[in-house]
């Protein structure tokens, strides 16, 4: 079971280039999210997802805008971005139902705007 | 959401053990307390959740005094390969929106 990828694994945009970031689970998780972790913090929630055909926004959803079509795919957008979006993405799933819930990130990709 | 605070970093040697505290003063009564491990370069790896009480498995213990304000993780007997970031997170299954990743705790372990 490849649990949850992401791709590009890195990439280097210029300032209000638009981009896609992809996300993909095969564990049949309900809930999806997207983290940013920059350098020496901890992780920051982007956009989050409870079910397909749901989105919600997390702690800094400017400037990203998400969709969730099916389980599976959760893809994060920057439409025009900015330095201060450089970062490392974490796309996380989870099985969203019960008490306790337990999350499973993906590899990540590093993300740099010049 | 309740908030987290945890030490910045700690270091220790090889064959130690390591407790790890966090302080969860507005726990809610419906709130997990769960920790995930952080490598370098990978992403945050589930490591062990409890309510209260202790909770054991292979790879960690999860102390939780009765009052929940906190709980302690604890490493036995720790190796290189368990320097890492760990992260404290509280917070209850509302669908999909639950918790928050503070800076976590920087654990270095020495040879």
């Known amino acids: 079971t490849a649990g949850i990828t992401q791709a590009p694994t890195s990439q280097i945009l210029a300032a209000g280039r638009s981009m896609t970031l992809r996300c993909t689970q095969d564990?049949?998780?309900?809930?999806m999210y997207w983290y940013r972790q920059d350098l020496g913090l901890g992780l920051r929630l982007i956009h989050y997802?409870?079910?397909?055909?749901?989105?919600g926004k997390g702690e800094v959803p400017d400037g990203y805008s998400v969709s969730r079509a099916n389980t599976d795919d959760f893809p994060l957008t920057l439409a025009s971005a900015v330095p201060s979006q450089t970062s490392v993405y974490f796309c996380?799933?989870?099985?969203?139902?019960?008490?306790?819930?337990?999350?499973?990130f993906g590899p990540g990709t590093r993300l740099t705007v010049l | 959401l309740a908030k987290t605070t945890q030490p910045i970093s700690m270091d220790s040697y090889e064959g130690q053990e390591v407790n790890i505290t966090c302080s969860h003063n507005n726990i809610a009564t419906n709130d997990y307390i769960t920790w995930y491990q952080q490598f370098p370069s990978q992403g945050p790896r589930f490591i062990i959740q409890?309510?209260?009480t202790k909770v054991t498995n292979e790879v960690a213990s999860l102390f939780i005094p009765a009052d929940r304000k906190s709980s302690t993780l604890s490493l036995p007997r720790v190796s290189l390969s368990d320097t890492a970031v760990y992260y404290c997170l509280v917070g209850f299954n509302t669908g999909g929106f639950k918790t928050i990743f503070g800076a976590g705790t920087r654990l270095f372990v020495k040879a």
């Open positions: 564990m049949r998780h309900n809930a």
């Open positions: 997802s409870n079910t397909a055909g749901t989105t």
């Open positions: 996380a799933s989870s099985d969203g139902t019960g008490d306790a819930d337990t999350q499973y």
């Open positions: 409890g309510y209260k």
